[in-house]
């Protein structure tokens, strides 16, 4: 994780110098990440048409043991729906880039590319649905690869002429994931089958559309 943020902090720094004009930097927060306990900050360099940034995120566990939830449906709903599972937790690592057209710094495109871990370690869990069910010790393990492309909008909340400007983005889109899940069971059932242990293993690619807000503030160097 740590290797991880310091590439993206460099990588963002010999960017940064080769921006001629102005430097702005970025600060974000997104309130409905927020809402399911996924605490995201992101931080860019730029000038008034790109800004190159990174994102990081960390979502604690608040649950040892019990009955998992579950929301959605298809391919992200039932287990695969990770926000309503409260035994993980999980941490986030990309980064982005936001592209202004046009005259005003209004209109954008963005590209998000990161990697995200969710994992719980040996705890008594059970779940059931129509598809999927297991009670017994699980361990837990999964890796998920993401794109998004983007498009929004930037709404401004002071003068133009002012070196702070607090800001609201908001933006719709469509991402791709790719995700290794690795399952452990111990001692326990999988789909009502007794296994003294079971590892299992799944590949899973999909797309997934993209609605959401971005709250933060710009600052002039």
């Known amino acids: 994780m740590k290797n991880i943020v310091v590439i993206m902090l460099l990588g963002m720094s010999l960017i940064s110098e080769k ?36 994102l ?12 998992v939830g579950s929301a959605g449906s298809g391919l992200a709903g039932g ?26 710094r209004y209109h954008f495109i963005q590209v998000d590319l990161f990697y995200r871990n969710w994992a719980f370690q040996n705890k008594p869990a059970r779940y059931r649905d129509e598809r999927y ?21 930037t709404y401004f909340l002071s003068k133009k002429n002012t070196k702070r400007r607090p800001y609201i983005d908001a933006y719709a889109g469509a991402g791709f994931r790719y995700q290794v899940e690795n399952f452990e ?3 326990g059932e999988v789909n009502t089958v ?17 609605l959401g807000i971005k709250m933060g503030l710009t600052t002039m160097k």
């Open 56 to 67: 990081l995120a960390y979502r604690f566990s608040n649950q040892d043991s019990g009955k």
């Open 79 to 104: 287990y695969s729906w990770r926000y309503n599972n409260n035994l993980y937790d999980s941490y986030t690592a990309g980064i982005y880039v936001k592209r202004y057209f046009g005259k005003t």
């Open 185 to 187: 069971t111990f001692n």
């Open 133 to 153: 069910s297991f009670n017994g010790i699980r361990k837990e393990n999964i890796d998920v690869y993401c794109i998004k492309l983007l498009v929004g909008k």
């Open 19 to 54: 921006i001629n004009a102005q430097t702005i930097v970025e600060f974000g927060l997104k309130p409905l990440e927020t809402f399911h306990r996924n605490f995201e900050i992101n931080l860019g360099l730029g000038n008034k048409k790109v800004v190159i940034g990174t």
């Open 194 to 210: 007794y296994f003294p242990y079971l590892k299992e293993r799944n590949y899973n690619r999909w797309f997934t559309p993209q």
